[in-house]
């Protein structure tokens, strides 16, 4: 593993979820604008506590990881995982889950929104609500899911907010 491309991967996952709560803080604005505070309140607090997680979760990758990482190829180990590093691993994969789970609702609630004030087509607003909860069964069902997922929704609302000029 190249610690250094590893590190540098995490700081920009963990940066791109919070270019994204700055995209979605305006997208509330705009919305609230439009009378509409309960589903975009709700998009925007679930998404800033995903966020969080997600920080916190590109952190420990970025740091614990490399650290485990290192003492398995350092010179004079058996190669093995470290014994700290196996329950601290299921403790980060519990902040991707929640933090993943926490991002899909969050980005329903903002469908809910969409489809209440008629800021984008409505369609939008369908394809975001039905997206952010097919992903979210997807997770559930198996376990696990791209996180990138979770920019494909704010992209297309963000593209059609500037075609709407």
Not at 122 to 141: H, K, P, R, Y
């Amino acid at each position: 593993m190249n610690a250094l491309v590893w590190r540098w991967a995490n700081v920009f996952m963990g940066a791109a979820a919070v270019v994204l709560l700055t995209g979605l803080s305006m997208l509330t604005t705009l919305l609230e604008a439009a009378k509409e505070r309960i589903c975009s309140r709700l998009g925007l607090v679930g998404w800033l506590m995903a966020t969080v997680l997600w920080v916190i979760f590109s952190v420990f990758r970025g740091v614990v990881t490399v650290k485990a990482a290192e003492e398995m190829g350092a010179p004079g180990t058996t190669g093995a995982v470290p014994a700290y590093y196996e329950l601290l691993a299921q403790w980060g994969f519990a902040l991707f889950y929640v933090a993943t789970v926490i991002g899909f609702l969050a980005l329903a609630a903002y469908g809910a929104s969409l489809l209440q004030v008629g800021l984008v087509p409505a369609w939008a607003g369908w394809a975001t609500l039905a997206f952010s909860l097919a992903l979210l069964v997807q997770l559930l069902v198996t376990g696990d899911t791209l996180s990138a997922f979770h920019y494909v929704p704010p992209m297309l609302i963000g593209v059609l907010l500037l075609l709407r000029g």
